[in-house]
């Protein structure tokens, strides 16, 4: 077997760790830092916690807070532009996903003369990002971790950029930034980081013994820990193992792959904006039932991380058990399940279909299974 693996080379965990920020910026040198967020996560107060540990370890800070959802191209190129004129020499990402891969492409960008349009794919930006620290507040997306980056681009689809610089220098996971989030907010991102988890695992390209671990250990800690956290969103050692299993997940998929539920998903933030993990959650057990006959061994080996103290006398029931375990998991995180609640078409289904197997087929070739059009539309009409 040959693969490469790649990790961020430093890890904090640590709770109240935000107040760090200051000292492990200034190890990397820098002394005008742009923090990249939503303005939510100024509400929050959470971007002020992170300036005034930057400014009292003598470092001068800019706050880029227009941040949206899936963000659009032209809010990640008015950040760039933002830190060219101000001549930042560091970046830090604070909240969601949607913060962290607007900070990595702003960390690389404005430290170059390439577009947006010009790195879009695999492997293709050159030179070397700003120095770049990453700290998620949702226990979801992974982004810390990864080299991808995922924006709409101005004709509304999603445009994903791979390439080794966005890997940050530092993550940093406090998860007294999680302890106030909204409960649907919770379980959405919850839900997605047990579909990294799951993907890596049963992917077909870039599959791996490190990645295959890591997706287990994650899965375990998200499985056990994320009713935990919506029906007692205090429970501090929850929210933690919940980070920490968003951040492992990450690594996984990002060192093998995600595959269709992300496929499927991705029209539904782009055209509807419906939020990353949420639009995950909609297609996720039905894509895992799609899988099962192909993924039976596979589903088979990741059951005990849903299901513990059970032993199984067949593969066929500890796969079947599984994919049982999620069909339950996602109505009873309180989210809407079906599309036509949140706003999409019936019409629209047979064009994020077509959508999907065209533009996106790079994950349909990461499923473990095989689809057609027809299929993503069937799953499309079963969650209508």
Known sequence: MSFMFRSVPRIVCEAGGIAKTGILMKELGASRVTIVCDPGIVKLGFAQKAQDALEAAGIAVQVFSEVEAD???EIVEAAIAGVRDWKADGVIGLGGGSSLDSAKLVALLANSDQTIEEIYGVDKATGDRLPLIQIP????TGSEVTWVSVITDNDHLKQVVYTPQLMPDIALLDAELTY?????????????AMVHAIEGYTSRTRKN??????????LSLLGKNLMKVIENPGDKEARSAMLQGSLIAGMAFANASVAAIHGLAYPLGARFHIPHGHANALVMA???????PAAKKLYAELAPCLIEGV???????????FVKRIEEMVPASGLETRLRDLGITEDSL????????????????????????????????EVY
Not at 209 to 218: E, K, L, S, Y
Not at 311 to 316: A, H, I, K, N, P
């Open 71 to 73: 963000p659009p191209q």
């Open 137 to 140: 507040t949702t226990a979801g």
């Open 180 to 192: 106030g989030l909204p409960q649907k907010v919770t379980a959405a991102t919850g839900l997605d």
């Open 209 to 218: 013994p490190i990645a295959d671990g890591m997706a287990v250990t994650a």
């Open 286 to 292: 039905q894509v895992i039932r799609f899988n099962l």
């Open 311 to 321: 032993d199984f006398d067949s593969e066929d029931a500890a796969a079947e058990a």
């Open 350 to 381: 047979p064009e994020m279909a077509e959508e999907v197997f065209t533009k996106i087929h790079r994950l349909i070739d990461s499923n473990p299974r095989d689809m057609t059009v027809k299929e993503i539309e069937t799953i499309y009409r």
